[in-house]
């Protein structure tokens, strides 16, 4: 085995190192200068700090006075809440009296009736003048008597010299009317109410009279030539 060999170290390199150790005096003026620098620190720690704890407390003191505030004013509404409202007077209503019931409405007047239509006069009835209707007339009805077609011819010259045929003849001086003359005219009336008018109703009278009175129209005429009437 070998034999290790402890080299010593130069004395040259221990005085180095004394060189680089500062000494007590240096070593206390550092200290010295970090004390200085800390307490300087601190101070200006301290008065930030203090300046904060200000600003907090300000704020403190605002968010307690609004608080405050609030309470208070939530403190009044509630008391203005719990305090009772006067209560209202009665209102007292006299009844009101039942209107009476509404009178029954009027019954509605009857329409009035209308007014009736005047009668309207009768038309006057006009005379019929016709000879040759008359004498066809007469000469249909001397059967229904009894007697013969030649009985026509006296009966057609009786009334010609009496009347002419004539339904309104009228005799100025005695006041005889009609196809045969009857006096007064209304004796006629028992043959008919038209007899001022209406020629058949003259005839057939005047056919009774002849029968009652000559017996046939031959009879009267030869009356009438003797006495000028019949």
């Not at 007047?109 to 006069?121: Q, T």
Request: aromatic residues 6%; glycine residues 6%.
């Amino acid at each position: 085995m070998s034999e290790s060999k402890v080299q010593t170290r130069p004395h040259n390199g221990s005085n180095k190192l004394r060189n680089r150790i500062p000494s007590l005096g240096q070593r206390a003026a550092v200290l010295g200068t970090a004390c200085a620098l800390l307490i300087g620190l601190g101070a200006a720690g301290q008065a930030s700090e203090s300046g904060s704890l200000t600003a907090v407390s300000d704020t403190q003191k605002l968010s307690t006075a609004e608080i405050e505030s609030q309470l208070t004013m939530e403190k009044a509404e509630m008391q203005a809440k719990s305090t009772p409202e006067p209560a209202a007077p009665e209102i007292s209503v006299a009844p009101q009296a039942a209107e009476p019931a509404p009178a029954p409405a009027p019954a509605p007047a009857p329409a009035p009736e209308p007014a009736p239509a005047p009668v309207p006069e009768p038309a006057p009835v006009v005379a019929v003048n016709d000879p040759a209707g008359a004498q066809a007339y007469a000469a249909g009805q001397l059967a229904s008597y009894g007697w013969a077609p030649d009985q026509m011819q006296c009966l057609q010259t009786l009334w010609t010299k009496e009347s002419d045929w004539t339904t309104t003849a009228t005799n100025a001086s005695s006041g005889a009317y009609g196809i045969v003359q009857s006096l007064p005219a209304e004796k006629m009336a028992s043959a008919g109410a038209d007899y001022l008018t209406n020629y058949r109703t003259q005839i057939n009278w005047g056919l009774n009279y002849i029968q009652e009175r000559y017996q046939s129209p031959c009879g009267a005429l030869n009356f009438h030539l003797s006495n000028n009437w019949y």
